[in-house]
């Protein structure tokens, strides 16, 4: 071979950088780099199908579509050839001579932000084709574009800063690589080791993988299969190798339908929101085909935005094939799909929901935030989602759930609200002034404690028939033995008494409150606020202000006070001995009241006061 074409090139900085790292790592899974060579090559044989759709003019259109591997153990080289599109000169100095878009990049930048240690990360990011370097000590990559006119071109590079390139002599389409093992990974020069790696990581290619003149992966697509060909083990093993997750998903739906459109799908629920992040799946979307055909890799049309942690492939022969991918995204087809996906989707998880609690109290912490999103957002597809709601409760277990249709079904004839109660913590709601009647009288009450609950309110005003009601703007109704505790109560401190108190409040927290009123019905709790008729619609979004904290103003309650209590019975005397003391108790009650109700703009402020308050009290001892 004459030498006189062979020119060298650099690295880009960052892929030297790369480089680096791959070749002093002691990641030990080498092996993934034959995944990504595998991956890559089937991206490659995906394009040149998807090409072909609307190109006539393609180098060996008539070629097999696959990929062969072979091995030789002398002398310590694997070579993985396709039938792809190939590369052209410019391609490959892109591609394989900086960081073009592969997961490298992301991978580098997790380096520098997160000061973790490469070995620990590379393989949550499938560092694409440079992997190899991790493995060898020579790779050499021979490669012919379906571009007719092209010409073809030979990359080498031993992984340090530099890589040569010449034009060769490839007659035929696609991209052959050679990896020349380094020392450490003559292991992979082997026959049985080959085949094991291209079961586990590779196994549902849906083209050939030749290896010793057979096909050694599945190939038939599995979401094409019935499901009752398929056992638990093939579909998590499908998942793993469709997202890299370690762990089994929770749930999953495997569908086919003639009508109203013809689809085979698989979807999978993840065990857990995050590990998306460092997924095979970079994004979120379902990978579409149409005729087994790769149409788009990361498709966000066919399910609505809410549902968008769910991973999966959908296959539809009614997809046109001669129309663009834009054209495709906005047919009727995609519609049906949508609505019948969505409808499934939502089915599989209220099913999960009834049929297994446990599996779905697990969904729920990871992607209930999820549902609430769509619950307030997305008017088309509520009635379904609302039924998915969980929460937890007043009369419930610490950790148990309540649906919405549970709460109603446990409701007394006489209660014809959902009663919720909103509020920072569970804690919080727990101890709210709101509860006291709620929790004597055994009513339960949901507890909206999440952030996006606000959020969720503001459009959920009903379920089944059932208003729902904050209990700070409920109409209470006293039984007979109530009544004679509020008259008990009103004895030991007269009408011109508490009128007193009244004043002082007043006076004290002008300004700060709508109005000083007496409470129907508190028991443990001296004070509490309750919002006026027109601020009660209103009420949900000054929390949402307050967590955004958008201009954050304390919004003017009207503020209760319990007559019963010892504190406010104690009041008219403080008032005429110790003025001075009894203002700061009603600051002080007035503070305690917007802290429990999720609206204290900063607690801390709190804290001289309440030193006060203890020198007050450490002095009558
Ligand atoms: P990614 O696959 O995430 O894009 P890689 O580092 O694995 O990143 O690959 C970089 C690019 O090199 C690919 O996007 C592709 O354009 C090109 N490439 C790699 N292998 C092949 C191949 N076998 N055939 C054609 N192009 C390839
Ligand atoms: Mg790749």
Known sequence: MSTDNIKSYEFKAEVQQLLHILAHSLYTDREIFLRELISNASDALNRIQFEMLTNDNVLDSDTELGIWLEVDDEANTLTIRDTGV??????????????????????????????????DIIGQFGVGFYSVFMAAKEVEVITRSYQPDAESVRWVSTGTNTYTLETVDKTDRGTTIIVKFNDESKEFAADYRIENIIKKHSDFVTYPIYFKDKAINQQKAIWRKSSSEIEDEEYNNFYKQLTLDFEQPIDRLHLHADAPVQVNALLFVPNKRESNLFSLRKEPGLKIYSRNILIEEYSTNLLPNHFRFIHGVVDSEDFSLSVSREAVQNSRVNDKLKNLLTKRVTRMLDELGKEKPEDYAKFWKEFGVFIKEGVSTDVSTRDGLVKLLRFHSSTTEAEALVSLQEYVDNMSEKQEDIYYITADSIPAANNSPHMDYFKKHDMQVLYMVDAMDPFMLTSLHEFSGHALKNVDSVEIDLTEEEKAEEAEAKAKLPDDKFAEVITRFKSVLEGRVENVGEAKYLKDSPVRLVASEEAAQGKEMDRIRRILDQDYEVPKRIIEINRGHPIIQNMPELITTNLVLANTVIEQLFDNALLSEGLHPNPAEMIPRMYELIEAATKQM
């Open 86 to 119: 190939g590369m052209t000169r410019d391609e490959l100095i892109l591609n394989l001579g900086t960081i073009a878009k592969s997961g490298a990049a992301d991978f580098l930048k997790r380096l520098q932000t997160e000061k973790e240690k490469g070995d």
